[in-house]
């Protein structure tokens, strides 16, 4: 079973919105800090979103205030809810578990959920 899913993805004009989901395997979520990474062509992986396990969250500065990050331990579930979306958050997107403090990714990573913003 894969730990880590994505879905949500795909073609927004500039300014839409879009909601990410991750579907977690089960008994883990509850456990760690959750983050989104995105991952834009030619460039490095990078942090978007962390929601820690008291629900603490951090932003990277460019989504700060567009995008919210959740958890539902319940449902094994995090989301990204991305509104006001730029054609820079073109990336692929992807969850995993964070480390807390670094929020460094800690297990392998899902296929991922293309994101594509149209100017």
């Known amino acids: 079973q894969e730990q880590l899913v994505e879905s949500g993805g795909g073609l927004v004009q500039f300014g839409g919105s879009l909601r990410l989901s991750c579907t977690v395997q089960?008994?883990?979520?509850?456990?760690?800090?959750m983050a989104w990474y995105r991952q834009a062509p030619g460039k490095e992986r990078e942090l978007v979103a962390v929601t820690k396990i008291d629900e603490h969250t951090k932003y990277r500065d460019s989504v700060q205030g567009r995008f919210t990050i959740s958890r539902d331990n319940a449902k094994n579930m995090v989301y990204l809810q991305m509104n006001s979306l730029k054609p820079e958050d073109t990336a692929v997107y992807y969850c995993n578990l964070a480390d807390s403090d670094t929020y460094q990714p800690l297990t392998n990573w899902g296929q991922g959920t293309q994101v594509t913003v149209s100017s």
């Open positions: 089960p008994f883990i979520i509850a456990r760690y800090a």
